[in-house]
C-alpha cells in the first residue's frame, strides 16, 4: 500500500537525519580536540553526504547516509607556546570546526527530522480515517 | 468477500437446528461454501497476517531495548501493526453487525 511506502520513505529521511545529527555531535564535541604532540594533525572536520537509491522491495526512492568525507579547508591557528604540540613560532593548529556552522547544521537537521516526523503523522491520519469509514 | 452468502447461510443452518436437526439441511450452505472462499478461511488469513505484523514490532521492540535496531524502525513496524489491527477489528465489527441485522429478522 502507498501510505505505508510513504511512512517507509520517511522512516528513511529520519535514520538518515539522525546520522547527520551524530556527525555534528562529533564535530562540536571535538571542536577543542588539538594535537597531542608535535607534527599530529587536529581533529578534521567531518560532513554528512547523503546517498539517494532506489528501494526494490518499496519500489521507490529512499535515502541514506553516504561516506562521511572530510573538510579540506585549513585549520585554526592558536597562539599557545607552552603546547606540546606547539611548532617554532608558539603557533598551536586547532581543529577547522566552527561551532556556529555546527550549530546552523544542528537546526537544519533538527527542521528536517521534523518535516519527516509530521509526513508520518500525517499519513498515519489518513490511514486512521479510511479505517474510519469501516466504522460507521 | 463472501460475507452476505455467509451469513444467509450460517442463518438457514440456525433455522434447520431450530427444528431439532428434522429439516434437511438447506442446500444453501453448501452452494455458500462452493461459489466463493471459505468466510473461516478468510477469517484465518486476516488473523495470521495480522498476527505476523503484530510479531514483527514485537522483535523490533525487543531489539531496540536490546541496543541492536534503530527507534525509527518500530515506530514504523508498530505503526504498520495498529493500523492492521484496526482494519481487522473494524472487519469483524462489520460482519457481526450484518450477522446480527440477519438474524433481527422477523420470520
Known amino acids: ?136 | 468477500m463472501a460475507t452476505p452468502s455467509f451469513a444467509a447461510g450460517a442463518y438457514a443452518s440456525i433455522q434447520g437446528m431450530g427444528a431439532g436437526g428434522l429439516m434437511r439441511k438447506p442446500s444453501t450452505l453448501t452452494t455458500a461454501s462452493d461459489a466463493g472462499p471459505d468466510f473461516s478461511s478468510l477469517v484465518g488469513k486476516a488473523l495470521e497476517a495480522t498476527a505476523d505484523v503484530g510479531r514483527k514490532s514485537d522483535s523490533q521492540t525487543a531489539n531496540v531495548v536490546s541496543g541492536r535496531s534503530d527507534i525509527v524502525d518500530v515506530v514504523t513496524a508498530v505503526a504498520e501493526s495498529e493500523a492492521a489491527i484496526e482494519t481487522l477489528v473494524a472487519v469483524r465489527d462489520r460482519v457481526i453487525a450484518a450477522y446480527e441485522e440477519i438474524m433481527r429478522m422477523p420470520v
Open chain 1, 1 to 136: 500500500m502507498d501510505l505505508f511506502k510513504s511512512i517507509a520513505v520517511a522512516a528513511s529521511g529520519l535514520r538518515s537525519q539522525s546520522g547527520r545529527m551524530r556527525v555534528i555531535a562529533e564535530n562540536l564535541a571535538n571542536a577543542d580536540s588539538g594535537p597531542d604532540r608535535a607534527g599530529a594533525e587536529p581533529y578534521r572536520r567531518k560532513i554528512p553526504t547523503f546517498q539517494r537509491h532506489v528501494d526494490r522491495e518499496l519500489d521507490a526512492q529512499v535515502v541514506d547516509l553516504g561516506r562521511v568525507q572530510r573538510d579540506q579547508t585549513p585549520f585554526r591557528t592558536k597562539f599557545d607556546p607552552g603546547h606540546p604540540a606547539a611548532n617554532a613560532a608558539g603557533q598551536v593548529q586547532m581543529p577547522n570546526v566552527n561551532s556556529l556552522v555546527e550549530t546552523m547544521d544542528m537546526r537544519e537537521a533538527q527542521r528536517s527530522y521534523e518535516a519527516n516526523l509530521n509526513l508520518i503523522s500525517s499519513t498515519r491520519r489518513m490511514i486512521q480515517r479510511t479505517i474510519d469509514i469501516l466504522r460507521t
